[in-house]
């Protein structure tokens, strides 16, 4: 079982938006701006979407964008497209020296 | 371009020793913090821990008791190695850069990643 709580399925047709959750308790998503999300296809390694919590690194479209409030982080992509298809995991540091992640969302674009 | 290439026994006995190595090249290991991350087959992401440019290491406390990570800068390259594995660390082991960006490098996100080697415990 995970330390963060993600929805294991989300979808949504091209050009709309999706949230995907990132339930995690006080002592870790609630407690931390290191908050971040990956994107990962099949076969392939994970890329770095959003970190602390909000920010994109270069080259990440900005039709993703992250966010919190409370215990949960959300990342939210607007204007589907074909290639946002992939599975997305959420990560965050948990004290003492501990970094945990979501269990995984898979994103289908319809 | 920078490139992180992992490589080690594909296949370890049960109670043995997974010892795993990631070269580095376009780059110097010099800089940045440095990462393993595993995901067992059709599961998720599970953080093993860190090795800073100063050697310094973190550990997810859960394998702490079992894991070992080291760099050699002479050869650009950094290694992990987890003692008594069971059939529960069966999995693709990842290595990845701690991501630098606007002045800051961070130890707890990754930008470059290896393309993952498979390690499946197994007599």
């Known amino acids: 079982q995970s330390a963060l709580t993600q929805p294991p399925s989300a979808s949504g047709s091209p050009g709309q938006s999706v949230t995907i959750s990132c339930t995690g308790t006080?002592?870790?998503?609630?407690?931390?701006?290191?908050v971040s999300w990956y994107q990962q296809h099949p076969g392939k390694a994970p890329k770095l979407m959003i970190y602390?919590?909000?920010k994109r690194p270069s080259g990440v479209p900005d039709r993703f964008s992250g966010s919190k409030s409370g215990n949960t982080a959300s990342l939210t992509v607007s204007g589907l497209q074909s290639e946002d298809e992939a599975d997305y995991y959420c990560?965050?540091?948990?004290?003492?020296?501990?970094?945990?992640f979501g269990g995984g969302t898979k994103l289908t674009v319809l | 371009q920078v490139q992180l290439q992992e490589s080690g026994p594909g296949l370890v006995k049960p109670s043995e020793t997974l010892s795993l190595t990631c070269s580095v090249s376009?780059?110097?290991?010099?800089?940045?913090?440095w990462s393993w991350i595993r995901q067992p087959p059709g599961k998720g992401l599970e953080w093993i821990g860190y090795?800073?440019?100063?050697?310094?290491?973190k550990y997810n406390p859960s394998l702490k008791s079992r894991v070992t990570m080291s760099v050699d800068t002479s050869k650009n390259r950094f290694s992990l190695k987890l003692t008594s594995v069971t059939a529960a660390d069966t999995a693709v082991y990842y290595c990845?850069?701690?991501?630098?960006?606007?002045?800051?490098?961070?130890?707890?996100?990754?930008?470059?990643w290896g393309q993952g080697a498979l390690v499946t415990v197994s007599s």
């Open positions: 990845a850069r701690g991501f630098c960006s606007g002045g800051s490098c961070y130890s707890r996100f990754w930008d470059y």
């Open positions: 376009g780059g110097s290991i010099g800089t940045y913090s």
């Open positions: 090795i800073s440019n100063s050697a310094t290491t």
């Open positions: 006080s002592s870790d998503v609630g407690d931390s701006n290191y």
């Open positions: 602390e919590v909000t």
């Open positions: 990560s965050s540091y948990a004290g003492s020296n501990n970094l945990v």
